[in-house]
């Protein structure tokens, strides 16, 4: 069920759209379904921001239903009768809650299958059951007489502490024979699915309930609050299982994880970093503080120092980064390489063991090994209306504050003379001066100082 517009979250944006752990709520639900299920049997109930929320997973090759109009997580169910009547059983997971496990949905099926139910509930105990639907038993059984949602109960059962979690196991015959005799009847005038186990107990048929192990699995994401919560859980328990792995992340509180990233052993993670999306860090790296990683590969051993920012880049063992240096797509550094302070680097090839430390842009360039990019050297690549290419051959030196206007190649062992602009190709082992030539007047300065001193009288 992904059809809700999330009121209490006042956005724009559908509420299963909201990002935990660096993914979409639902995306979150849709991995853990499609553990227990294959694709083409998991259908997503959307409704409000459908075309969004469609397009947002439709990559996990699941199937859509349509509410049309949202009145209830009971409704939800109506609109999607004709898709899951053919079915057996079903199991309906809540698109807001992001921490449910495979495992425990398993648990349910199992025991569902097991009580023959026509209706299985997953509840939970929590020591602040706020908001949640209570889960009313017959006794002391596992058997459930009524589910009783926050807003309707009374004072004594809103005490109770075991809460309905928004996952259910159905016989899906039994659910729509049943499920036109929900009403509107309550403070939302909605059709509530969790009526569901009043409806078949007043038919004399099996409503059964299970209770998860780790309630933290069925949190749900209602408020703002409740999902910066979720957030912080699921990084944590991402930091947690880094750490177990091998690598030190000091002040994990701090750091965003996603949930895809890898880390090798031995590498050491220093406070308020970000590793995001698809990135993976090699063992023996050190990321300083201040440093956001997206998409890149990071091989063994690279130090990348405080406030970096890479966009998918690839950096090659025993590289060197930083402070502030800026990777922005399709940069690739060499082995052993540097790139220092105040450096923006995109679309290049830093060769093995070369050298860009300081102030300097290097655009669509493919720079060999060995070569010596001076402070403040910029590659021209854009004459505004196209880009072009630097071409900077092995143990070339560029002195500092030179301009290479592209399209243009330095050859081998070339050298650039500072303060340069280079606009023809230079070849191997040349020395290119681009600059005039200085001038130099004796005495210039003195005369000018006297005859300042003499008109002041
Ligand atoms: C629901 C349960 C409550 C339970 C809680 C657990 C009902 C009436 N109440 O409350 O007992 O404790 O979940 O998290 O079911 N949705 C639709 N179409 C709709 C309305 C909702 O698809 O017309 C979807 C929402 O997008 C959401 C899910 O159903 O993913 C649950 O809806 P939500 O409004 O969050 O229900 P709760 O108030 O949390
Ligand atoms: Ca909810």
């Known amino acids: 069920m992904a059809a809700g517009k999330g009121t209490r979250l006042k956005s724009k944006l559908a509420k299963v759209l909201h990002e935990v752990g660096g993914e979409p709520l639902l995306a979150h639900v849709i991995a853990a379904a499609s553990k227990v299920a294959s694709p083409e049997d998991i259908y997503v109930i959307i409704g409000h921001e459908a075309e969004q929320v469609r397009d947002a997973v439709a990559s996990t090759g699941v199937k859509f239903v349509l509410q049309r109009e949202q009145r209830g997580t009971g409704h939800a169910m109506m609109a999607a009768r004709e898709a899951l009547v053919g079915y057996d059983q079903i199991i309906v997971f809540s698109g807001d809650a992001p921490q449910i496990t495979a495992t425990t ?3 349910l099926r199992d025991f569902h299958k097991s009580r023959k139910a026509a209706m299985t509930i997953l509840s939970a105990r929590l020591d602040d059951p706020t908001g949640y639907g209570r889960v009313l038993r017959k006794g002391k059984t596992s058997e459930v007489r009524e589910i009783v949602e926050e807003k309707a109960a009374s004072p004594s ?11 259910y196991a159905f016989d899906a015959k039994k659910l729509f024979h049943y499920i036109d005799h929900l009403s509107t009847k309550n403070v939302h005038g909605e059709y509530y699915l969790t009526d569901m186990a009043s409806v078949f107990g007043k038919a004399k048929q099996g409503v059964a309930v299970v209770e998860v192990e780790n309630p933290q699995e069925i949190l749900g994401g209602n408020t703002r609050a409740e999902l910066v919560e979720l957030d912080q859980q699921m990084r944590m328990a991402k930091c947690r299982q880094l750490m177990a792995e091998g690598v030190t992340i000091f002040y994990p509180q701090t750091c965003m994880i996603d949930a895809d990233v890898v880390v090798g052993q031995d590498t050491v993670i220093e406070p308020f970093v970000q590793l995001l999306g698809k990135t993976s860090i090699g063992a023996d790296c050190h990321i300083r503080s201040y440093t956001v990683i997206k998409n890149s590969r990071i091989a063994d051993g690279v130090l990348v120092r405080n406030g970096c920012i890479l966009d998918e880049a690839t950096v090659a063992p025993g590289a060197l980064l930083g402070p502030y240096s800026h990777l922005r797509p399709g940069s690739e550094i060499g082995e052993s ?13 830093l060769g093995k063991g070369s050298k860009a430390n300081h102030l300097t842009y290097l655009g669509d360039a493919e720079i060999g090994a060995g070569v010596n990019i001076g402070a403040g050297t910029i590659t021209c690549n854009y004459d505004g209306v196209n880009k072009h290419k630097t071409i900077i051959e092995d143990g070339v030196f560029v002195g500092s504050d030179s301009t290479l206007v592209a399209p243009i190649r330095l050859g081998r062992g070339a050298y650039v003379a500072a303060g340069s602009s280079i606009t023809n190709d230079v070849p191997s082992d040349a020395l290119a001066l681009g600059r005039a030539r200085q001038i130099t007047k004796e005495g210039w300065a003195r005369e000018k100082r006297e005859a300042q001193k003499k008109a002041k009288g």
């Open 157 to 167: 059962q809103k005490k109770l502490k075991e809460i309905n979690s928004g996952f």
């Open 105 to 107: 949905i398993e648990k």
């Open 337 to 349: 390489a540097h790139v220092g302070n105040f450096v923006e680097t995109k679309k290049i090839r």
